[in-house]
C-alpha cells in the first residue's frame, strides 16, 4: 500500500523507450542512392578501379614472364623486344633466353624470388631464339660432318653472349617454335648488332631463302657487312672462293633444309 496515499508509484513513472537491437545483418551503409553518387564517393572509386586496370595492363605488356616462344602474344611481333639472360648457346645462330622482364629495375638476380633458375629448373621456361638474317655454318648432325667454321661460329657465339643479358627485337615465330629476332648486347658499354658482328667476322653468311627471311629494316646493312668480310678473307672467306659452299647450300645438298637445326629447335627440349 501506498503512503501516502496521493504518492505516485515509481512503477507507474514513464519509462525512456527501448531501442530494439540490431540485425547483424542491417547494412552499415547508408541505402540513400544520393550517397553513393556523390563525388566523394565517385571519384576515389575511379581511381582506385583505373589504378587496377592501368596496373594490370602495364603488367601484362612489361612485367609478366614469358616461358617460352608459344607464350609470345601475336601482339608482340614486330612491336615489342624481350630482355633477358643467355642461358646456353645451341650452334652458331641460335641461343636460348630466359625473359627477365624489367630487368634488374624489377629486380631481376638481386631481388629475393627473382633469380635465375639454373640446371633442369630451366626445363619449359626459356625462349629458342633464332638470329634474324644470318646464317652460321652447321655443324655435325644426323650423320653428316659439320662445315668448316662451325664450331669457330659456336664458340665466338657462346663467348659474346652467355651468361648476358640481351635485347631480342622479335619478328615472327618460326615452324621449329623459335622466336627469329635481331639480338642487341652490351659489350665495352656499347650496344652491338650480334648478327652483324657475325657478319664483320666472317663467322655466318646472310640468311639467304626464297621467302620467309627476316631482316627488319637491316638486309642492306648486313649484306654490306657480308661483302667487306669476304672481300678480306675473314672467318669461313679465308679459303678459296670455288671451294667455298655456304650453310644454305649446304643443307640444300644433305636435304637438311626442312629439318630443324640441333640444339635450337626441338620442342621441350632441355638443354638451357
Known amino acids: 500500500m501506498r503512503w501516502p496515499p496521493w504518492s505516485s508509484n515509481p512503477q507507474d513513472e514513464e519509462k525512456p523507450p527501448q531501442k530494439s537491437p540490431s540485425s547483424w545483418a542491417a547494412p552499415v551503409l547508408p541505402n540513400d542512392w544520393a550517397y553513393y553518387s556523390s563525388p566523394q564517393v565517385v571519384i576515389p572509386t575511379v581511381i582506385m578501379t583505373s589504378t587496377i ?22 601482339s608482340f611481333w614486330r612491336k615489342r623486344s624481350l630482355l633477358g639472360k643467355v642461358t646456353s648457346v645451341g650452334d652458331g645462330d641460335g641461343f ?7 630487368g634488374r629495375l624489377a629486380g631481376w638476380e638481386w631481388f629475393p624470388g627473382r633469380k635465375i633458375p639454373t640446371g633442369k629448373a630451366l626445363k619449359d621456361n626459356t625462349i629458342s631464339i633464332r638470329l634474324a638474317g644470318v646464317d652460321a655454318p652447321e655443324g655435325a648432325h644426323f650423320g ?10 659456336v664458340n665466338w657465339l657462346t663467348t659474346y653472349i652467355k651468361d648476358r643479358r640481351v635485347r631480342a627485337y ?7 617454335e623459335r622466336a627469329v629476332a635481331t639480338v642487341y648486347v652490351r659489350r665495352w658499354l656499347l650496344r652491338r648488332d650480334v648478327g652483324l658482328q657475325m657478319l664483320k667476322k666472317g663467322l655466318a653468311t646472310v640468311y639467304e631463302a626464297k621467302s620467309g627471311a627476316e631482316f627488319g629494316d637491316l638486309e642492306d646493312k648486313y649484306r654490306r657487312a657480308e661483302g667487306w668480310a669476304r672481300i678480306r678473307k675473314k672467318g669461313i672467306w ?15 645438298r644433305i636435304g637438311l633444309h626442312d629439318k630443324p637445326d640441333v640444339g635450337k629447335t626441338t620442342k621441350g627440349n632441355t638443354k638451357a
Open 170 to 176: 622479335i619478328y615472327k615465330k618460326d615452324h621449329y
Open 144 to 153: 653428316n660432318p659439320a662445315q668448316p667454321g662451325a664450331q669457330e661460329a
Open 53 to 74: 586496370l592501368v596496373g594490370r595492363r602495364l603488367y601484362k605488356l612489361y612485367l609478366r614472364r614469358i616461358p617460352g616462344a608459344a607464350r609470345i602474344s601475336t
Open 238 to 252: 679465308a679459303g678459296e672462293t670455288d671451294d667455298f659452299e655456304s650453310p644454305r647450300e649446304y643443307k640444300t
Open 96 to 102: 636460348r633466353l630466359y625473359h627477365t622482364p624489367g
